[in-house]
């Protein structure tokens, strides 16, 4: 067995352009958080680890910034109508258990294997979920900008719907009726992965959508609800094993605090097919920059022989291709936002013009 003691968790030094880009991409994956309600922790976790930090610390940092931006997104978006609080209550406390799991999963590996066998476990965890999950959300969301019919509720959930398993709950905003059983699952694995590698919401938000059958937009802002849950109750357990690092936490919930309120103002202007859009190209994306990091855990294990050299060269493209996701996820939703403002803006001013023709 891996004796971590004699490798004692390292915490990162701080420069001002690791402070800069902690900042950055804080507010990036608020502004995400707030725009699809996954917390935006599958670009914080490997935005964070890209400078060098520890996969656990990572996750465990993550999860501290989590619940406080998640309030704050989830009010902001109750007061538009898009929050489902008894969904989302419902669905914590099957999460809770998942994070449980989630955590205890994590320290055996790190006790077995150390920090270079959770780096890898955490990033194998990042390549295969987000393309699995990101594609299959993306080529959705295609279908339904080609169509222009817009969002249709999936055939498994509405077969879902139908079975009366009691206990069966009306949930409004939702607009649902479904067995509490079926909510399980999913925040049983939105716990489990959170705990684990501080992603939930993308198989939250997806779970809802395709399983429960709840439109992108509400499953969206009712993950925030869930995400406040698990990282206050996850905070507690990493904070007690020595794995968070405040300052990373401070950080990026600088940045993201702001970015958020302005992500969950997004989903106001358009339409819902773009939300899809957005997690599915950014989920891509950083699967790349995962991949790419793969070889240096595996030569840290032993496993494979690489050049210094070239894992050096891996390791700059990981952070690149991260750059890129963050910088092309801000461009979406910025951009989107502003077209849709100004479409907004047009269709006032004919109206002035009309009232006054």
Known sequence: MHDVAAETIKFIDLNTMSILFLVIVGFIGGLVSGFIGSGGAF?????????????????????????????VGAYKRWKYGQVDIKLGLIMAVSAGGGVWVGINIQQWILSKWGQAGSNLYVSLSFVIILVVVGGYVFYDAYKTARSG?????????????????????????????????????????????????AVGGFIGVPGMIYVLGVSGLVASATELVIAFVMGFGGTIKWAMAGMVDIRLTLLILAGSLFGVQLGAIGT???????????????????????????????????????????????????FISMCFALGMGALIILGSMWKAKRAEAKAAALALEKSYG
């Not at 520890?54 to 999860?63: F, K, L, Q, R």
Request: proline share 5%; glycine share 6%.
């Open 43 to 71: 670009v914080l976790t490997p935005g964070m680890m890209s400078l060098g930090v520890p996969g656990t610390v990572a996750v465990a940092s993550n999860m501290c910034h989590k619940f406080p931006k998640a309030m």
């Open 149 to 197: 019919s817009g969002e249709k509720v999936s055939s498994l959930a509405l077969r879902l719907q139908k079975i009366n398993l009691p206990p069966m709950i009306d949930f409004k905003t939702a607009n649902i009726r479904i067995s509490a059983w079926f909510t399980i699952p999913i925040g049983f694995a939105t716990g489990m992965l959170a705990a684990t590698i």
């Open 268 to 318: 106001t202007y358009v339409k819902e097919h773009m939300i899809k859009v957005v997690m599915g190209s950014i989920m891509l994306i950083v699967a790349v920059s995962r991949a790419l990091a793969i070889p240096t855990y595996l030569k840290d294990l032993e496993l494979i022989t690489v050049a210094d050299s070239t894992t050096k060269t891996l390791m700059t493209a990981s």
